[in-house]
């Protein structure tokens, strides 16, 4: 034997020797053709052999027969050169189990000069078996996630499952808290169907059941596992030998679960699955959660739009509804007014003056909320097309407020510095942006001017600034003025009539049109509202 080889060197008798028999790594020495020479009792643990079993025998006794070629080339190279890397290799054990080991060489020579290879062997089959468990459920959310059904998302789950453990029987339900309404999502081998389809039920609803009150992964055999049946009314051959399970939970909630059972290995699982169980169940649960949200938010947002839309339905009938008694009022108003032309006092006209203003008021006041309905509800068509600014809109629109200005002695003025640019634009509501500017411009300017200034930037864009030297809008303010509903002035001591919609439109209007808006104000001295075109 190779001991007695060595049996007058002292350092390797009361060294070297001891040391290979109490170390926990396997430890084979083999000769220059193959033969193992000794081993230390950890190889032989390893492997599952006795001494006398390889003693004497070729090393290739223990490779996978697909490696054995490859391995036999490996050691003739060795002999040669003396020099292997570290490499993990995957090994046979004599009960023929597989095993994956780290392997590491080291060549020896005795007094004679005869070469021998010693040959180390760390089982890394638990390292290796994590490194799978872990790259498979890191990549199982992104694969599961996007199946368009339940089902197909745990045949993937099922599918990754059977990688890492014996799963050819799987299976997922859902389930309220009485368990009384089990629903299977997902069985494989379709054993609900047949003539035992309501015996096989029974055991699976039991298992449900079992899982659902344990809260948590759960691993049953033997006794513990008949013991939640009734066997006196049970065929028991439909019980399985072995169940691994978890609970599967929708926002902190158990709401169901997902279960293996095994029919012919009682140890087809261990304690040492449960965490894998556990693992897995919790990314089911994270992607039906998410699922489960991603519906709600659907529901909830087509609720929203269903609500814009009768919202806005109902707008645009009381839009009709008020505006044509209005309109009707007005029309008469007018007429009346004519007729009593030069008979009527000042005080009497005045009143119908007020008349005309109010009701118009209120046809303005609808029109804007109708408008702020259909921004909101995205109801609103836009047809964008290439619009001469100063002669489709800026001047149409100051004829119509030339009255207004007058009336209040403003100077009322435009100021065209650009000749043949256009813009793309929806001239509908950039006709309603200008009319409410230019409308706020002189409603707020007590005395002076308002002025209207088309200009290119510094970037060769089109602009339009209205210029005033109205009351003037506070620093306060300012970050509230494009918000709905909202005023400087609140209540009904307020100075200047208004709904708090009219910036907010504007401001709706000139995004829809990729424009933009700039404010300059200083309170008591006036604003000026700059629209900036691409």
Same mark, same amino acid.
Do not use: W
């Given at each position: ?188 081998? *379709?054993?609900? /169907? +047949?003539?035992? !389809? #309501?015996?096989? $039920?029974?055991?699976?609803?039991? %298992? ?129 007014? *004519?007729?009593? /032309? +030069?008979?009527? !006092? #000042?005080?009497? $006209?005045?009143?119908?003056?007020? %008349? ?132 400087? /002035? ?45």
């Amino acid at each position: 034997m190779f001991r007695d080889t060595f049996h007058e060197n002292r350092l390797l008798d009361t060294l070297v020797f001891p040391i290979l028999d109490s170390s926990e790594i396997g430890i084979c020495i083999i000769g220059k053709n193959g033969v193992i020479q000794e081993t230390n009792d950890a190889f032989l643990k390893l492997f599952g052999f006795a001494r006398s079993e390889v003693i004497n025998e070729h090393f290739s006794s223990v490779i996978v027969e697909e490696n054995k070629e490859y391995s036999l080339r490996q050691h003739q190279e060795f002999i040669e050169n003396g020099y292997f890397d570290k490499r993990e290799i995957l090994l046979r054990k004599k009960n023929g189990h597989f095993f994956f080991a780290q392997v590491t060489d080291l060549k020896i020579n005795d007094e004679a000069g005869n070469i021998y290879r010693t040959t180390s062997f760390l089982d890394i089959t638990e390292k290796k078996h994590n490194e799978l468990v872990k790259s498979i459920l890191g990549k199982l959310p992104s694969e599961a996630e996007p199946a368009d059904t339940f089902e197909s998302m745990f045949r993937i789950v099922h599918a990754s499952t059977e990688q890492l453990m014996p799963a050819c029987n799987f299976y997922a339900a859902l389930s309220d808290e009485s368990c009384e309404n089990i629903n299977y999502l997902y069985s494989e081998n *379709e054993l609900f /169907e +047949g003539e035992q !389809e #309501e015996s096989n $039920k029974q055991v699976y609803d039991e %298992i449900v059941r079992y899982i659902m009150q344990a809260g948590g992964s759960v691993l049953l055999k033997g006794e513990d596992l008949r013991g939640i049946f009734d066997t006196k009314t049970l065929n028991e051959n439909l019980v399985p030998r072995v169940v691994l399970g978890s609970v599967l939970k929708i926002k902190g909630q158990t709401a169901g679960v997902m279960f293996l059972p095994d029919f012919e290995e009682q140890d087809a699982f261990t304690g040492s699955h449960l965490p894998i169980i556990g693992r897995l169940s919790e990314i089911v649960s994270a992607i039906m959660e998410r699922r489960k949200y991603e519906e709600q938010l659907t529901l909830t947002k087509e609720k929203a739009e269903e609500s814009n839309r009768m919202k806005t339905a109902f707008l645009a009938q009381m839009s009709h509804e008020i505006r044509t008694p209005i309109n009707t009022i007005l029309s008469f108003t007018s007429l009346l007014k *004519e007729k009593c /032309e +030069g008979i009527l !006092e #000042e005080e009497l $006209k005045e009143s119908f003056n007020i %008349i005309e203003s109010g009701g118009r008021r209120l046809i303005r006041t609808i029109d804007m909320i109708l408008s702020m309905s259909q921004l909101q509800s995205e109801c609103l068509d836009l047809n964008p097309q290439q619009l001469d600014l100063s002669a489709e809109i800026i001047v149409p629109v100051m004829k119509e407020f030339c009255a207004s200005a007058k009336a209040k002695s403003l100077s009322f003025s435009f100021n065209n510095q650009v000749v043949g640019e256009k813009i793309v634009g929806d001239q509908s509501t950039i006709k309603q942006v200008f009319e409410q500017l230019i409308d706020n411009a002189i409603k707020f300017t007590r005395k002076g001017r308002v002025e209207v200034t088309q200009h290119l930037d510094s970037m060769g864009r089109v602009c339009v600034s209205i210029k005033d030297t109205g009351v003037g809008i506070s620093k306060e303010y300012l970050p509230q003025l494009f918000t709905a509903f909202s005023q400087e /002035e609140m209540g009904y001591t307020r100075r200047f009539e208004g709904n708090g919609l009219g910036l907010a439109m504007v401001k709706k209007y000139i995004e829809l049109n990729n424009a933009k808006i700039t404010v300059e104000s200083e309170k008591g001295k006036g604003s000026t509202f700059t629209v900036i075109f691409p």
